[in-house]
């Protein structure tokens, strides 16, 4: 009810302004399977994956009315994934996953606030993995395992294996090469390797033009 008529008109005007389509109603994976083919135009393989693990770990709101969604439904999945003991990064993701499908919903008119960007991300970021003491990174220079190139160009360059595997050999230089997918910036980036790696470098990059290789690691007879 209303105190006066004319209070009542407007809410009969915002009413009758709003716009009911056939999404108004959709679930939370409806809306996620609409939003998603235009997402992954925008993100590599890596970010392709990272967005489907996110939406499975949030079974609890799959089918629920995307529009009935508020803070606290977001953030009881972020409290939970912290209680599990999950990463900083996997609660960002997951904020990230509700942030971009709130806007998709708002700019359909299913909804008309992006309530995600008030949750707040308590879980901590994991510790970072020891550092590989320098005798042993020398042990590896030495060593006449074929992969030990592998690993002194990784520890070199500091470029993640991926990033590695889809090295060109026409993007590979004297000191450097450039790869790099996991994100936007880091698409096509010069990735350089410190002098202790060089030598692995230039042994692989060698065996690979010597094949006519297309990628780096063309000419190594292995795999993943």
């Not at 003991?85 to 700019?107: D, P």
């Not at 190139?149 to 590695?164: E, T």
Request: proline content about 2%.
């Amino acid at each position: 009810t209303f105190s006066t008529r004319g209070e009542a008109a407007k809410a009969l005007e915002r009413i009758t302004d709003a716009t009911i389509n056939d999404r108004y109603n959709w679930t939370f994976t409806q809306v996620y399977e609409a939003w998603k083919p235009g997402h992954d135009l925008t993100v590599g393989d890596d970010g392709k994956k990272s967005t489907v693990t996110a939406y499975n770990a949030c079974a609890e709101l799959h089918d629920l009315k995307f529009r009935s969604l508020r803070k606290s439904d977001f953030q009881t999945v972020l409290d939970r994934l912290t209680v599990e003991g999950k990463s900083k990064s996997t609660c960002e993701k997951m904020l990230q996953l509700f942030g971009a499908m709130s806007e998709w919903a708002i700019q359909e008119d299913i909804m008309r606030t992006n309530y995600a960007r008030y949750c707040k991300i308590s879980a901590k970021q994991h510790e970072e993995g020891k550092v590989i003491p320098w005798e042993y990174i020398l042990k590896i220079r030495s060593a006449k395992a074929r992969a030990s190139k592998i690993a002194m160009i990784i520890i070199a360059s500091g470029c993640r294996p991926s990033d590695l595997f889809r090295a060109k050999t026409e993007d590979c230089e004297e000191n450097y090469f450039v790869s790099g997918s996991k994100t936007k910036a880091g698409k096509n980036r010069t990735i350089v390797i410190e002098p202790i790696g060089l030598d692995a470098y230039h042994s692989i990059l060698s065996a690979a033009r010597e094949k006519g290789a297309e990628k780096l690691l063309g000419g190594y007879s292995g795999n993943k």
